[in-house]
């Protein structure tokens, strides 16, 4: 090219990558000091909100309805409805780094596909490599993205942390720092920055344990289902961070930036004698809806914003992309009743976060993505939340021997993210809710989208 066009070029490709959007924002804080960030698993937007008429929903894919999602739906529809919401991920094991970093880097972008060959390949992806604690060693994390986690921002700008469930895992016997130190631990953070805001009380992912207090008002605890953890023996993922929150409270002293990992949604398939997939996910909505009582009926709550994304969608089934997913955005300064049909993806979420704390960005994904700016200049939707307990017949389902495809779902171990291959629970699960005799839809994605306008445009042109 000359070298006109030349510069000609460069300007466009500048501008298609939304160079310019990185510096570029109306957006304001309209009174919001405290952020809670809180990341579920693995749903897509039908599954959950196909049922809502006022959204771009598919009922007939709707396999957690307003039933079994109760918190969900009255909170989408109070606080704003996203129906062009996308995950930035396939799987987990890129998800929790887009979620908590803006990117995935190299290694993971390649690797994580390795993750469901069969072959024994390891999770790599949450401070582990294959299987140890690399930055608590002194060592360098493969999957660590270069603009690191937005922890790491917060904590350099003096930003306060808490962690509940963020990067935590099980540190090995054996295993001993630089000078010599065993790091042998249950339940710990596996990054150092993270290790002094933990709270180890909070159980990492184990589908065994309950995200909600639902079981205990209802007396119906599943038959494996692991009925207490930790120090406090906590029967539940809520208890254990209401304890917190309620001792900040009345301290005075709530940090700045909360994260909270509520992972229950992700369900155990249909595992013999586990809790089904719709009282899981039942299980967890209401854990979202009692979080979000307890904040709104406390002093901090006219400063705050809750934040809430699935990981990834895990392939599935949705009428428009399988990375469509839900997310919320909760506070006393967000517009009521908004459907907000903009495009918004995770990045979208970590750029509205970093705006109200005065945090750079981290990477050019999260400097380019569009905030989500549904606040409104005074906290006009400030009335206090109640959390809508589901039926006690759906928290008390109990996947039974005739369950659909119970000997396949008793093979794969839930003892980390996505070990499952993303098509079979996304097959069992559909067939689970909705009956063996029911056709399963095909996975759904742009590039199949795409490919499905070219052949039209092109029959309909003729030879």
């Not at 009922?59 to 307003?66: D, G, I, K, S, Y």
């Not at 060592?139 to 003096?158: E, F, M, T």
């Not at 809790?275 to 709550?301: F, H, T």
């Not at 939340?385 to 389902?397: D, N, Q, S, T, V």
Request: charged fraction near 25%.
């Amino acid at each position: 090219p000359t070298e006109a066009e030349l510069i000609g070029e460069t300007l466009q490709v500048l501008a298609n990558n939304r160079v310019s959007e990185a510096k570029k924002t109306d957006f304001k804080n309209p009174g919001i000091r405290h952020v809670f960030y809180i990341i579920k698993e693995n749903r897509t937007y039908d599954q959950v909100f196909g049922d809502l008429p006022q959204g771009n929903g598919d009922p007939a894919l709707c396999l957690f309805p307003r039933e079994v999602t109760p918190n969900q739906h009255a909170l989408a529809e109070r606080f704003g409805l996203f129906d062009n919401f996308y995950c930035c991920a396939d799987v987990s094991a890129d998800g929790w780094n887009w979620s908590t970093s803006g990117m995935a880097n190299e290694y993971t972008a390649r690797n994580s596909l390795y993750g469901y060959s069969g072959r024994g390949r390891s999770y790599d992806y949450e401070g582990l490599n294959i299987g140890s604690p690399v930055d608590l060693l002194g060592l360098p994390d493969v999957a660590a993205a270069p603009g690191g986690y937005i922890w790491d921002q917060c904590l350099k700008r003096r930003i306060s942390i808490r962690n509940y469930g963020f990067f935590v895992s099980d540190i090995a016997e054996g295993e001993k720092d630089a000078l010599g130190r065993s790091l042998a631990s249950p339940n710990a953070a596996t990054k150092r920055s993270l290790e002094p805001y933990t709270n180890t009380d909070f159980l990492q992912f184990d589908m065994r344990y309950a995200d909600s207090d639902a079981w205990v008002l209802y007396n119906c605890p599943a038959p494996k289902q692991l009925q207490t953890f930790g120090s406090k023996n906590a029967r539940s993922r809520f208890e254990v961070w209401k304890a917190d929150f309620d001792e900040y409270v009345r301290k005075g002293n709530l940090p700045r930036f909360i994260m909270i990992r509520l992972p229950r949604d992700h369900t155990q398939g249909t595992a013999e004698g586990f809790s089904s997939p719709r009282a899981m996910v039942a299980d967890n909505d209401y854990a979202v809806g009692q979080v979000v009582e307890a904040i709104s009926q406390s002093p901090y709550w006219s400063k705050s914003a809750i934040f809430i994304v699935e990981d990834d969608a895990q392939a599935g089934h949705d009428h428009v992309d399988a990375h469509r997913s839900i997310a919320f955005v909760i506070s006393p300064y967000c517009r009521r009743g908004v459907v907000d049909s903009r495009f918004y993806n995770t990045d979208s979420v970590l750029r509205t976060m970093e705006l109200l704390l005065g945090l750079p960005p981290m990477c050019q994904y999260d400097a380019v993505a569009p905030p989500i700016d549904i606040f409104t200049r005074k906290p006009e939707n400030i009335e206090p939340y109640k959390a809508i307990l589901p039926a006690r017949e759906i928290i008390a389902e109990v996947n039974v021997k005739t369950a659909y495809m119970r000997e396949l779902s008793e093979r794969y171990a839930m003892a980390a993210p996505d070990t499952w291959p993303d098509a079979l629970l996304n097959h069992i699960l559909w067939h689970a809710v909705k009956g063996p005799a029911v056709p399963e839809p095909p996975s759904r994605s742009g590039l199949r989208v795409r490919r499905e306008e070219l052949t039209s445009t092109a029959e309909a042109s003729g030879p």
